[in-house]
């Protein structure tokens, strides 16, 4: 499956991107790619100009699918329409909450755990030998 996504190029601290049209199997950071679609830089205020707006509709017709974060980019420079997806994993559910999602009765899932009586006390720093 192709892929058009975000490549990172330039120096420390001083990052720019290539925007490419590349295989979903290769790597970002491997350097493959089948068309460079244009470039961004975050320190440059007009995002959008330097990238190939047409070769990238032109490529999501044909089937090429869109990464994440250039999707949400695109979006919010108004070059395609639609609604932002999340770029950040999903939480996990607190511990306490699994059981009354699991089928176990409210009341029983609500119980406090009780903490055992005696508390084993954290082990003392070992001094160092005096020279």
């Known amino acids: 499956m192709l892929m058009i996504r975000l490549q990172r190029v330039g120096r420390i601290h001083e990052p720019t991107f290539r925007v490419v049209l590349t295989d979903s199997k290769n790597g970002p950071k491997s350097g493959k790619y089948l068309k460079n679609l244009g470039w961004y830089d975050t320190r ?68 406090p755990v009780a903490a055992p009586a005696e508390a084993t006390p954290a082990p003392a720093p070992a001094e160092a030998p005096a020279a």
């Open 44 to 111: 440059i205020k007009n995002k959008v100009d330097q990238i190939d707006v047409e070769a990238i509709k032109h490529w999501t017709s044909k089937g090429a699918q869109l990464s994440v974060t250039l999707h949400n980019f695109l979006i919010s420079n108004k070059v395609i329409t639609g609604k932002k997806i999340n770029a950040l994993p999903k939480k996990t559910p607190i511990k306490k909450d699994l059981p009354a999602q699991a089928g176990v009765p409210a009341d029983k899932a609500a119980a």
